[in-house]
């Protein structure tokens, strides 16, 4: 199965993600939005992936067969990994696939946003406004009471931010995901693939939790008491539902 067609049309101008992740950024966005689209159209093949992915060992690209054509196959070569051991590239897809399914279950609105779905003039503020640092900021936000963020969500930011593995990494992610996901704040998941890979990387490591920690604390327009009102609403729609 291929996704071409539903790949980004300018993948590396987005964000932080420099022109060398291009490719695996399309590699996570094509399939996350084909599943999407079914998913939110109530159409099987949707309900049915994301149900398979949920399930899955999001440490493990090895741990499920029936995944690795949505896992492996639309993957480059320059990401895969020439021995037995999964290569960064392949934990990072893996990894946001499952995140992913995760976040997107018994929503009614897509948990994958984009930067590319806005115009030029607005492309800005949308790159931040789905920044993973500016979701847990917003999480805090909507979870804090008193004009307090929530303590509970900053820790395990904290916990995530000083994993030193990546199966731990994912680990507390997935938690935080969970989180997102009971106050239906959307994420650029082909932004997460590529922030899981550099993560990875100890030469690039310091450079994403860097940039977590300023979108964490980095004011935003949509950091207004209508934007919050509003995903506090979705959230409680979706519990009611």
């Known amino acids: 199965m291929t996704h071409d067609a539903a790949k980004p049309q ?3 101008a987005v964000g932080h993600r420099p022109a060398r992740l291009a490719q695996l950024y399309g590699a996570a966005v094509g399939p996350i939005e084909i599943m999407q689209r079914s998913y939110l159209a109530h159409n099987s093949f949707g ?5 398979t992915l949920r399930h899955a060992d999001v440490t493990d690209p090895a741990s499920n067969p029936r995944l690795w054509a949505m896992t492996l196959s ?9 021995g037995e051991v999964a290569s960064q590239g392949e934990l ?3 990894a946001a696939l499952v995140l992913y399914a995760t976040h997107q279950q018994a929503q009614t609105r897509p948990m994958h946003t984009s930067a590319e779905k806005v115009p030029p003039a607005e492309r800005v503020k ?3 406004r789905v920044s993973f640092g500016h979701a ?3 999480l805090a936000q909507i979870r804090g009471t008193g004009g307090q963020w929530d303590a509970g969500s900053i820790t395990r930011f904290e916990a995530l931010s000083g994993a030193h593995d990546h199966a731990a990494r994912v680990v507390a992610l997935r938690r ?3 989180l997102l996901r ?3 704040i959307p994420l650029d998941y082909g932004q997460l693939a590529c922030d899981l890979y550099d993560l990875n990387d100890a030469r690039r490591r310091a450079e994403v939790q860097l940039r977590w920690g300023r979108d964490l604390h980095r004011k935003l327009p949509s950091d207004d008491q209508p934007a919050v009102a509003e995903a506090s609403a979705q959230a409680d729609a979706n519990r009611a539902n």
């Open 10 to 12: 300018d993948p590396g």
């Open 47 to 51: 309900t049915e992936r994301l149900a």
């Open 74 to 82: 639309n993957l480059p070569d320059e990401f895969i990994g020439p």
């Open 92 to 94: 990072a897809l893996h």
């Open 126 to 128: 949308e790159r931040r």
């Open 136 to 138: 847990v900021r917003r």
């Open 176 to 178: 935080l995901i969970t």
């Open 182 to 184: 009971g106050e239906a």
